[in-house]
């Protein structure tokens, strides 16, 4: 039972949380950073708890602040949202160890999913399609460059404890092995300290589709059909869109089948995604779970009408799904923009500040989830996505000029965005067309 | 626009009505309220912040935020430094006496004793350190704050007699108040007592190292704490011989944040290093394996290529020219060829004396799989690190230092190595105070009878005396656009003529070049150069003085130690 929830991040997923929180009739306690003071998910919980310094080594992923937080404020429950400590293992457990609940799954399974060859092991022995590649870490050049020609080119060179593109390479041929494995190799060591390396078939020209899971604690798993995320740069999302447009419903049945496979496979409960890489020809291979909630959720809870983070809060209080997979019908087509703080004519570079001016959008079938407002100051410590831009219309097509007329009505003075740039791509005739895979803002870029 | 405040902060609906109108369990008695379990967090002393208990075992023993460290039980720092089950502990039943019948002293010592499960404040014994084998002292600051009364100074010396008897390196842990006031004189004599084993240790050739730990203080600083011949210290320690609190009584000032700490021992040429805990066992093992007696191997020196001046340096430079060689930014210095020439470096810092003189770098490494010492003037590659080096300017700190370094070789049977490149000793206020001229001469004096081969090697600039303070040796070697002089070209010219600008004219008289100095005598090899000469062909020249410093110890490391001293002797006899 759950009677008071503490929010453990920050910016638009905090308030949306914490907005959920108020229709259940929960109380909330954010907490804040001292350059948050003035952020409006401080402004809007119930109690606010100030956590520590800028930096968010310490303060939003200080542990034992948070922990004692919660103690203090007397909150029963964490909700972590995405980033920060969402996914890591250790907080979780020190939760359980004080009889916090942690709306999320359990240390376990969050450990086993973050260890990508764990994670790679365990649905391999469920069933479910994954890339061939390597089973264990790669040492030295020469095993790799073996493996490599056993999985077949072009490869990708992964650190096993990657993200974000990090440690990462694509070798197209055994004479590029060589300087890409050294490469990554020494990204990873910088960036995780760890240097254990992986190598897989590189699936050429694929779409990025994931599958949200919605687990109880009694063994009932559903999916709530498909996200297509294929429009990203640097390996960061920037357009979803749901359902995808190259899934027929035979394909969304079988992919769907393999998600909650997978999700069984891990033991898992609460909200949680299955991403696979989808091939042109059909064939598709699962990547990683995400076992937290995820930034384009709503694309999600627009097609199916469910609350994704009401979902997680009942699920953490021990309540059983109130959904059967035959219950769960995806209508009409939802797209979510992500608006970030950044220059694209500057390589994206992040652009912190105040916002002086600032008119947001709405009608039917437009939503926006934001923590910005006229005044507001960006505090440049943290991730620069400021607001996500939902539509929601009856097919695709029609969701796609809603989009293009909600990005056209923002209008955000003071700092730079990527609406202009996100427009663009809504105009591109390769995105209407719904031909997309994950290289599309590479090759729109190079246009 | 400020948001402060327009959103009441609501003290919420009742809950247990949203409850039951959601039809769901209202709080119930059997639900565990969260709270923190004992023991799961703890406080750091220094940052004050709330960290996971487990963490700080993990972090060895340091906060995980401020990284600052723990005070350690002995027998987690006997874990954590020695291999697995190697420890077999010494002298564990000595009866602690009361000598001064001090009331209440062997009451104190039981309940100790049931707290913390130690009999004194320290723990000896035998142990190995990476498969060295060594015998180990280690204090544990919560037995009376590990004072040295008479048990505590029994246990080291005949821990410290039987490593001399059996030829082992003795590692101690130090940590202390100082003197067990409750034991009065006799607790005073341990200094004495633990210092004097440890002179027969030392003069039995055998190794010492302490490593002083937080804090360490009293009547243990001024003894064998302080005798190492190489002395470690943990980062932030606090050592000194009086507590800071009774020198800010006496003296009735505040004390300057971070003095009598380790950074600041070793700025002022009290310690050799500084090593962090978690690097502290692989260090102590690195140093306990150069020093280990066995015969070291010898490699032999075939596989490196001779050295072919092919690149036309044949037109000869003139001795301006070659001044301005020796000087050029871009040259080789110090450390490059330290890098290039050994393996393994330790540096040791300081003097023991005042300070830890930047311009010159020493310590220990190995040549061929064969512990050296190595003294390098030390020149900067930019302006930044010549501000920090004084731009091979040595003060007396540093030739003191690197004296003591000499002495240390000598005392172990390594070769000494100098590289010389400084524009001269350091000429300032401070220098003469703490007497430049007495610190050269000394060099002079005790490198004339050192027992073990000493070669030296102009790579840049050989300026008068500084450089000769490096340079009493058994060969003298020069590469071919060094120079070596009595003065600066310009100090000449200036001295002399009463003018600084015909250096370049005085530089033609002087005979500094490295072909003049050979036909005079003075030195004993000359090292051809490539034309330009940087870190990019710096091989061409190290390749070729590898292959020499080879032939050179085994030349000069069979001859005993009169023969050495009667030639180096004769050396200069005949100059």
């Known amino acids: 039972m759950i009677n008071k929830v503490l929010v453990a991040n920050r910016g638009e997923i905090a308030v949306r949380i914490i907005r959920a929180c108020r229709e259940m009739g929960i109380e909330t306690v954010a907490v804040y950073s001292q350059a948050d003071k003035e952020a409006l998910h401080t402004q809007l919980a119930d109690e606010a708890v100030c956590i520590g310094p800028a930096p968010s080594t310490e303060s939003y992923l200080n542990m034992e602040a948070i922990i004692s937080a919660t103690v203090i404020s007397g909150a029963d429950a964490i909700h972590p949202g995405f980033g920060f400590l969402s996914e890591n293992s250790k907080f979780v457990e020190l939760c359980e160890t004080c009889n916090i609940t942690f709306i999320g799954p359990s240390a376990d399974v969050i450990r086993k999913m973050g260890h990508k060859s764990q994670a790679r092991n365990t649905m391999t022995a469920a069933g479910v399609p994954v890339i061939p590649g390597s089973k264990e870490a790669v040492a030295d050049v020469e095993t790799g460059k073996q493996i490599a020609a056993e999985v077949g080119y072009p490869v990708i060179i992964k650190a096993a404890l990657g993200g974000g593109g990090k440690g990462m390479r694509v070798a197209a041929a055994p004479e590029d092995f060589e300087g890409s494995f050294q490469t990554a190799k020494k990204e990873a060591g910088m960036a995780f300290g760890d240097e254990t390396m992986y190598i897989e078939h590189f699936v050429e020209h694929p779409r990025h589709v994931e599958f949200q899971i919605l687990a109880d604690n009694y063994g009932n798993i559903i999916h709530l059909g498909e996200r297509d995320c294929s429009v990203q740069r640097n390996h960061q999302k920037m357009i979803e869109e749901s359902p995808c447009a190259a899934l027929s419903e035979e394909l969304r049945s079988k992919m769907g089948d393999a998600a909650v496979q997978a999700a069984k496979a891990a033991g898992y409960t609460n909200a949680g995604t299955i991403e696979f890489l989808l091939e042109k020809n059909g064939n598709f291979y699962f990547m990683e779970m995400n076992t937290r909630i995820q930034v384009e959720h709503p694309v999600t809870e627009w097609v199916t009408g469910i609350d994704l983070i009401k979902e997680q809060i009942l699920i953490a209080s021990g309540e059983k799904l109130s959904y059967r997979q035959e219950d769960i019908v995806l209508t009409g087509h939802a797209i979510e923009c992500r608006i970030n703080a950044e220059n694209p004519a500057k390589g994206f570079r992040p652009s912190p500040g105040t916002i002086t001016d600032m008119y947001l959008p709405g009608g039917k079938g437009v939503r926006i989830d934001s923590a910005i407002y006229s005044g507001y100051t960006i505090p440049p410590y943290y991730d620069s996505m400021i607001a996500k831009l939902i539509v929601y219309a009856k097919n695709r097509e029609e969701a796609i000029r809603k989009m293009r007329c909600a990005l056209g009505e923002i209008i955000i003075e003071g700092i730079d965005t990527n609406v202009d740039y996100q427009y663009e791509i809504l105009r591109h005739p390769d995105y209407c067309a719904g031909d997309i895979d994950v290289e599309f803002i590479e090759k729109m870029s190079a246009e | ?575």
């Not at chain 2, 700490?261 to 690097?279: C, M, N, T």
């Not at chain 2, 040796?473 to 010219?493: K, R």
């Not at chain 2, 085994?554 to 200069?572: G, S």
């Open chain 2, 1 to 575: 626009m400020r948001l402060q405040n327009m959103f009441k902060k609501t003290k919420y609906i009742s809950l247990t009505e949203s409850a039951e109108t959601n039809g769901r369990k209202v709080f119930t008695a059997e639900d565990p309220k969260p709270e923190v379990p004992q023991g799961l967090l703890r406080k750091c002393n220094h940052c004050k912040a709330a960290i996971i208990a487990e963490d700080v075992k993990t972090a060895h023993y340091t906060c995980p935020k401020c990284q600052g460290y723990f005070r350690m039980h002995a027998k987690r720092r006997i874990e954590m430094i020695t291999d697995e089950n190697s420890f077999e502990e010494w002298d564990q039943d000595i009866e602690t006496a009361n000598p001064l019948g001090y009331s209440g002293y062997p009451e104190k010592l039981d309940q100790l004793r049931e707290k913390t499960g130690m009999e004194e404040a320290i723990v000896t014994g035998k142990a190995s350190i990476n498969g060295n084998e060594i015998v180990l002292g280690v204090c544990d600051v919560r037995f009376m704050m590990a004072s040295m009364g008479q048990v505590v100074g029994e246990k080291i010396t005949r821990a410290v007699e039987r490593a001399t008897e059996g030829k082992l390196p003795v590692v101690i842990f130090v940590c202390s108040g100082g003197a067990r006031m409750q034991e009065g004189i006799v607790s005073l004599m341990q200094m004495a007592k633990t210092s004097a084993a440890l002179k027969r240790h030392s003069d039995a050739g055998q190794l010492y190292i302490s490593v002083l730990t937080d804090p360490t203080t009293g009547g243990v600083t001024a003894s064998f704490a302080m005798l190492g011949d190489i002395i470690l210290a943990e980062p932030g320690a606090l050592i000194g011989f009086a507590g800071p609190r009774v020198i800010e009584q006496t003296i009735g000032q505040k004390l300057p944040k971070g003095f009598q700490r380790s950074e600041f021992l070793l700025e002022h040429g009290f310690i050799d290093r500084i090593v962090k805990r978690e690097d502290m066992r692989n260090e102590l093992a690195q140093i306990l394996k150069l020093h280990r007696s066995e015969e070291s191997s010898q490699e032999t020196a075939s596989e490196i290529m001779a050295f072919n001046n092919t690149q036309g340096n044949n037109k000869i430079a003139s001795a301006w020219d070659r001044v301005q060689i020796s000087r050029m930014k871009d040259r080789p210095v110090g450390s490059d060829y330290m890098e290039q020439l050994f393996s393994d470096f330790i540096e040791f810092h300081g003097d023991r004396y005042y300070k830890d003189d930047a311009a010159i770098i020493g310590g220990i490494a190995t040549f061929h799989e064969q512990p050296v010492s190595v003294i390098v003037q030390a020149k900067g590659h930019d302006t930044k690190e010549n501000i920090v080096r004084n731009f091979g300017m040595p003060s007396p700190d540093g030739y003191r230092k690197a004296l003591r370094l000499m002495k240390q070789a000598e005392k172990f049977g390594r070769p000494v190595i100098c590289l010389v490149d400084t524009p001269g000793a350091f000429c300032g206020l401070e220098a003469e105070e703490r007497g430049q001229g007495e610190a050269i001469a000394r060099n002079l004096f005790e490198m004339s009878g050192l027992k073990v081969p000493v070669l030296s090697i102009v790579i840049g600039e050989g300026g008068s005396g500084g450089a000769l303070a490096m340079a009493v040796a058994d060969e003298v070697w020069m590469l071919e656009n060094s120079i070596y002089s009595i003065l600066s070209p310009e100090g000449f010219a200036s001295i002399l003529w009463k003018d600084s600008k015909r250096a370049k004219e005085a530089a033609g008289v002087m005979k500094l070049t490295a072909t003049d100095l050979y036909e005079m005598g003075i030195v004993e090899k000359v090292f051809a150069e490539p034309a330009h000469y940087t870190l990019e062909n710096l091989e061409a020249v190290s390749n070729q003085l590898e292959l020499r410093i080879q032939e050179f110890i085994d030349k000069y490391q069979n001859m005993t130690a009169e023969e050495l001293a009667e030639r180096r002797y004769q050396r200069f006899r005949a100059m």
